[in-house]
């Protein structure tokens, strides 16, 4: 890694390597890592191995899905040189901090975590990785100090947890209390991340409606086959809308098809190839309803538009994934890199904290 990245912000995200990725990822988070890579950030995107630990217990497996992330990054159009893309478990660091924040972080406040919550709803067996997962997080986050954590939606409370953390952990260890905050800002070892979410795109839905999610089965891989693509537009659970006031500009429009297909308004390579109803909101929605409430031309449509989107980025995958041991060295240097990196961090850390003697 030879670009600059000094005094710049640091921007960092994380996607598990829990099994392929769908359009809600691509759409609510990966793609803005492509927007915002350039001059303006020191990008750092991890695969967040440690993470993935929670639900997947088998090596080869978890190795192939890490590995195959990695490409992943590199065929939706990440540049290694404008971002380092690396993985979690290079960075042990993790490990220590994590255990740090545990012993100034209480039970009942992990409990508030909505996905702690939802699995106990569900009656699922939770493991301690699971419950522990929001403090692993917030190491992540804070242990590069990012001030911007591109996300969806669901992840909002997960940075505001770090947020939490990191104030917390000044307040106990940098004993800025009575400081001016000019003053408290130097003494402070840890910035306040900052969630960056695109409302339009905050939450993808699945074929049903429901947040896209690989645990509902309702999702679109983001490589996926065309046979595929079109298998899963047809099964779109479809509703008129009919139950709508007739002003309503959704009525008579199938939502779970729409919505889908708004993803996809201002894709300049598809408004190029003729798709003119792609150009804004309005457009789409006269689109629809100029099929007079008929499904089948419209999720035609949609799987058109998903496969002339998802084709180009399949080719460029499959030409990546020739040369894997390319990718495993680049996320092998990442790592150090990224070691590197937080090594003044950690070491601050753990003088704060009473380490050193
Ligand atoms: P994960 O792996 O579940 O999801 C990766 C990213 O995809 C977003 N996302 C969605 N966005 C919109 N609509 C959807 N239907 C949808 N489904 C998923 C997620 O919000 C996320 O941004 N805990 C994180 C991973 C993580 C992380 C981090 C993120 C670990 N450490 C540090 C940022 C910073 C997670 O499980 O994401």
């Excluded at 950030?41 to 978890?62: P, W």
């Excluded at 924040?101 to 067996?125: Q, S």
């Excluded at 100029?290 to 084709?311: E, R």
Aim: charged share 25%.
């Amino acid at each position: 890694m030879t670009h600059d990245t000094s005094n710049k912000k640091i921007l960092l995200s994380g996607i598990k390597s829990t099994g392929r990725p769908h359009i809600g990822n691509y759409f609510g988070a990966m793609k803005q890592y492509v927007d915002l890579q350039g001059n303006e950030y020191d990008s750092r995107i991890c695969i967040v191995d440690f993470h993935s630990l929670t639900s997947i217990h088998d090596g080869e497996i978890l190795s192939q899905y890490t590995l195959d992330l990695a490409i992943d990054f590199l065929a939706i159009g990440l540049d290694p040189k404008l971002v380092t893309i690396f993985k979690q478990s290079d960075v042990p660091e993790l490990m220590e901090l994590t255990w740090i924040f545990n012993c100034i972080t209480t039970m009942p406040y992990l409990m508030r975590a909505h996905a702690f919550k939802d699995a106990e709803a569900k009656n699922k067996e939770i493991n301690v990785g699971v419950f522990d997962y929001p403090m692993l997080m917030a190491a992540d986050i804070l242990i590069h100090n990012a001030e911007i954590v591109p996300v969806g939606k669901d992840q909002k409370q997960h940075v505001e947890f770090a947020r939490d953390t990191a104030e917390k952990f000044n307040r106990i260890f940098c004993k800025t209390e009575g400081l001016s905050d000019e003053e408290a800002e130097k003494l402070n070892l840890f910035k306040l991340p900052e969630a960056y979410i695109v409302s339009d795109v905050e939450t993808v839905p699945g074929i049903d409606g429901q947040k896209m999610s690989k645990s509902y089965n309702n999702h679109i891989p983001l490589f996926s086959e065309d046979a595929d693509i079109t298998r899963l537009v047809m099964s779109i659970v479809t509703d008129s809308g009919a139950s709508l006031d007739a002003n309503d500009p959704m009525a008579g429009i199938p939502a779970n098809v729409f919505n889908i297909h708004k993803l996809f308004i201002g894709n300049s390579d598809l408004i190029a190839a003729g798709k003119t109803y792609l150009e804004s909101e309005e457009t789409l929605r006269e689109f629809y309803k100029s099929t007079g409430g008929k499904y089948k031309p419209l999720k035609d449509a949609l799987a058109a538009d998903l496969i002339a989107f998802i084709t180009p980025l399949r080719v460029r995958r499959a030409e990546i994934a020739k040369d894997t041991d390319a990718v495993r060295t680049m996320l092998a240097q990442n790592g150090a890199i990224i070691r590197e990196k937080v090594h003044h961090l950690v070491a601050d850390v753990r003088r704060k904290v009473g380490f050193v003697v």
